[in-house]
């Protein structure tokens, strides 16, 4: 029998406030000494008393609006009871009944082009646990430590509907949320730094069925590689576990990469085992729309729109798009410079393709600017090319008056010390030479130099005037249209 995968996704994500959820403590993810970022309240002593903190809360309501989502009036923290090392409470300050977000959804487009639509079913804020470290002391005893300084730093908890059905599209949904995230300015979302965690709920049920099967919980993926390796493990396993006749058993299941399977971690708790009952000491929020309307007018234009707009208003290809939905500073900066562009290229009349202009503009942006500030990390925002520099250079190669090649030199140029790019073409020489009466000696030098190629060309080896274009524009220092010396060349040797 043929199974279909129906997988679910939860997303937690630290949130960046500058302040831990409940308590004063700094919520600093890159604090290196542990157990410095700590007080009673976060070390959960008996009397002390939880405050929210207001930033988390707008942040998550922040996130909600972004996914469309009903954002409730009122809303509660809960307990959710369970005893672990790295808890020092007995229990996790969360919600449970009342999140702050209820439903939305999330689109995105998958490699194919088809495109997705996921329903989220809650966004909810709780606190996050310390950390536990595992080692050996001189004596060769297991050692456990634990560093507090993570826990209550406020934690974003995102579930989805069981609208997933591969494994690319769970992977495709997380880096879609992560850069909403970022856009957002909520985290900065890093999975390495364990800033943003998936898990993945993994079933399977006969194709067209509408009852679900037992679901897997697959927890610890720290990449969106392994998201999407992890799930496809996942999936091939159950379906084993099917066609031999046995039954999926509902269980949590770890991600080992080195081995590249998952493995089981224990059976599932459901959510009586936790006890959930309203957090005494926190009054239950209520959102008026004076509040909710002061975090809407926060949100800005979302990937979504962005990239629409993007296509849409400059012709671009979708990869070309994709640079610049995921580098915010660097679209900044290229609007900028089309900005620039426009009043060139409305005086050029028919003489400019509008598109062809900014595609221009867009790839020397993505491809060589972008290669000379990874060379120095240096941020956009601190170039030294005006908008206006550039765009300047970009009519230039446009309008053939400079090579790609010299393009290139005065770009480099302009990246190490800024400047106007006609006068550094000025100061270097690098105009480019397009007059045939100037360009037809060399042309004639080089034929004349060349007399075998010249005499392979003539026997019908076309290629051959490539050479001969190379040896010319050598001759000319880089500065010969190409264009101009094949026209020269062909007629010189008819
Ligand atoms: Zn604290």
Redesign the pocket.
Known sequence: MEHEPVIGIEVHTELKTR??M????LNDPDEKHPNV???????GHPGTLPVPNKEAVEKVILVGMALHAEIPAYSQFDRKNYFYPDLPKGYQISQYEHPLVKGGYLEFKLADGSERHIRVTRVHLEEDTGRLAHGTSDMGHGTSTVDFNR??IPLMELVTEPDIRSAEEARSFGEELQLLIRYLGVSDADMEKGEMRVEANVSLRPRGAKEFGTKVEVKNINSFKFVEKAIAYEVKRQADVLASGKKVVQETRGWDESRGQTFSQRLKEGATDYRYFPEPDIPPLVLDQAWLGSIGARLTELPGAKRKRFTDEYKLDEKTVELFIGDADLAEYFEQVVSEMTEWIQSMGDRVERDKAIKLAANYLTVDFQKMRKETAAPVSETLITPENFAELMAMIYEDKISSAAAKQVLDHMFRTGGDPSEIIREKNLSQESSPESLQSIVAEVLASHEDIVAEYKKGKTNAIQALIGAAMKASRGKANPAVLRTLIEKSIQ
């Open positions: 302040t831990k409940f308590c004063d403590c970022n700590i007080c009673p309240i976060c070390l826990a209550g």
